[in-house]
């Protein structure tokens, strides 16, 4: 059974820090491109960033360049998402997605809720 699950979620001030995890299993985690997505209440849900197999490349949204970073440990079979200076944009429900390279085979997990507030 194919599983993405995220955690680290929760209630930060802004400019604050969170980490996310995402531990995948029940697929072959070093075979697929990792991404984090967010989505907003009321908004289309949208990357924020992405990984490579390799972990050797990486890209960002705009809106998040310099503030997050995304990694992943392919022996613990997990992405993470690094968010330093979190804005009050960055609330949102962040979610976990793997991506079979050059096959449509794709992966989302159930998501975890970042809030940023005073």
């Known amino acids: 059974q194919v599983q993405l699950v995220e955690s680290g979620g929760g209630l930060v001030e802004p400019g604050g820090s969170l980490r996310l995890s995402c531990v995948g299993s029940?697929?072959?985690?070093?075979?697929?491109?990792m991404k984090w997505y967010r989505q907003a209440p009321g908004k289309e849900r949208e990357l924020v960033a992405g990984?490579?197999?390799?972990?050797?490349?990486?890209n960002y949204a705009e809106s998040v360049k310099g503030r997050f970073t995304i990694s992943r440990d392919n022996v613990r079979k997990t992405v993470y998402l690094q968010m330093n200076s979190l804005k009050f944009e960055d609330t949102a429900v962040y979610y976990c997605k793997a991506e079979g390279v050059g096959t449509d085979t794709e992966f989302w997990g159930q998501g975890t809720q970042v809030t940023v507030s005073s």
């Open positions: 029940g697929f072959t985690f070093r075979y697929y491109v």
């Open positions: 990984v490579t197999i390799d972990g050797g490349r990486k």
